[in-house]
């Protein structure tokens, strides 16, 4: 029984720890700016999420495939760390390093693949080192680098991954620490992951700081705790089943946090790309503004509708609709003319941009209701719109 349960809690972290860093891979397009770097880190992601899932099989003894893969992975950790590193920085790690992690990576590559019996708990041993001196260089490597050399935001992000580094180093060790003397109750190498893709996803959120980041840590351990303690005294358990338990609310939480911040980034991206393109709009007239309204909603398949097409509607009510409520959603009006606009050309927003002659831009973009639920962000774009046309030819 509790060695079901022992690799119940090492799967559920493990497994949290790959659709963290899962998420981070779906939004890393938004997260990093330079194509060379985000290319370093899908590579990094994509060693991690492979990892996560494969040690399951190994933990559970599926089969040679998955103790493979989980050994080539983890020899690889310190190689891609590197790799990432280097880019960031701008420069050339020490060859020493660099030789150091790529004859590494392959040495216990190889050995995993072998697997002798004999020699299993040195090469556990080495390759624990082998992470452990590898980041560590790493890391060294980082914070020694040329800041005047970089950026405020590029030393920002620098800064945020050396943070992730000092949480990974004593939770990866725990991976190697089941059979010792020690032999913890579960393997945490998936937290310090949960952890890096935390801090992957705030890099780039410039009001917040590196404090705030770990007083969340903090805050989530300490719920944890509590939920784990009041799990126990509802069914006793012992010490060994109670940090068990601690350990899957823990990822648990890290998870849902990693998913609630990259919504969050989601959301404030759509906010960032309007107030961009409000700022960069140049020209005047109704297809100026049609191209931003098409640019800062995301709708590249919005159309202008002027006062011919609406022919066949009372313009009057019209115009004293719009003007009244410049940008209109399908399914929160009862005007009927305005839903008859909707279906006619297939669309979730109008947008008015003049009265005399009457103009309106339909878009057809539910992401918008999702992502700028207040509306704020489409009522400003339509604000800069409008004053493009007043102030151009038509």
């Known amino acids: 029984m509790t060695d079901t349960a022992t690799f119940l809690a090492d799967a559920w972290v493990s497994l949290c720890a790959a659709f963290g860093a899962a998420t981070v891979l779906l939004r890393l397009q938004n997260l990093v700016q330079r194509p060379e770097i985000a290319r370093r880190f899908q590579f990094c992601l994509w060693v991690l999420i492979v990892l996560m899932l494969a040690r399951i099989g190994h933990w559970g003894g599926w089969g ?15 190689l891609t760390a590197l790799v990432l590193s280097e880019g960031l920085v701008r420069r050339h790690a020490p060859p020493m390093l660099k030789q150091f992690c790529a004859w590494g990576a392959v040495t216990f590559g190889l050995l995993g693949l072998l697997q002798f019996g004999n020699i299993e708990f040195g090469r556990l041993a080495g390759l624990m080192l082998f992470q452990l001196f590898g980041l560590g260089g790493v890391a060294l490597f980082v914070l020694r680098r040329d800041r005047d050399s970089l950026s405020h935001a590029e030393n920002r992000t620098i800064n945020w991954i050396s943070l992730s580094f000092l949480l990974i180093l004593p939770f990866l060790a ?53 939920l784990s303690l009041i799990v126990s005294g509802i069914v006793p358990m012992d010490i060994r089943s109670g940090l068990q338990v601690m350990a899957i609310v823990l990822a648990s939480l890290m998870l849902l946090a990693i998913w609630q911040a990259a919504i ?131």
Request: glycine share 8%; charged share 20%; net charge negative.
């Open 174 to 226: 725990t991976d190697f620490m089941r059979g010792t003397s020690l032999d913890l109750p579960v393997r945490l190498g998936g937290v310090a992951v949960l952890g890096l893709c935390w801090l992957s996803i705030a890099m780039n959120r410039s009001g917040l700081r590196p404090w705030d980041t770990l007083r969340g840590f903090g805050i989530l351990f300490v719920v944890a705790a509590l």
């Open 264 to 394: 969050a980034l989601r959301i404030e991206d759509r906010q960032l790309i309007a107030l961009r393109e409000i700022a960069d709009a140049e020209g005047h007239g109704p297809k100026v503004s049609l191209e931003l309204l098409r640019r800062a909603a995301g709708s590249p398949d919005a159309i202008l509708v002027d006062e011919a097409d609406l022919a066949d509607m009372n313009l009057n009510e019209l115009r004293a609709s719009f003007t009244a409520t410049p940008v209109q959603q399908l399914g929160a009006t009862d005007d009927e003319q305005v839903n008859w606009l909707f279906s006619r050309f297939d669309a979730t927003h109008a947008v008015f941009l003049s009265g005399t002659p009457l103009q309106l831009v339909m878009l057809n973009s539910p992401e918008i209701a999702a992502l700028d639920s207040t509306g704020t962000a489409l009522r400003a774009v339509q604000r800069m719109a409008q004053v493009l046309v007043s102030e151009g030819p038509a």
């Open 64 to 78: 040679w495939l998955f103790s493979a893969i989980t050994s080539i992975c983890a020899a690889l950790i310190p």
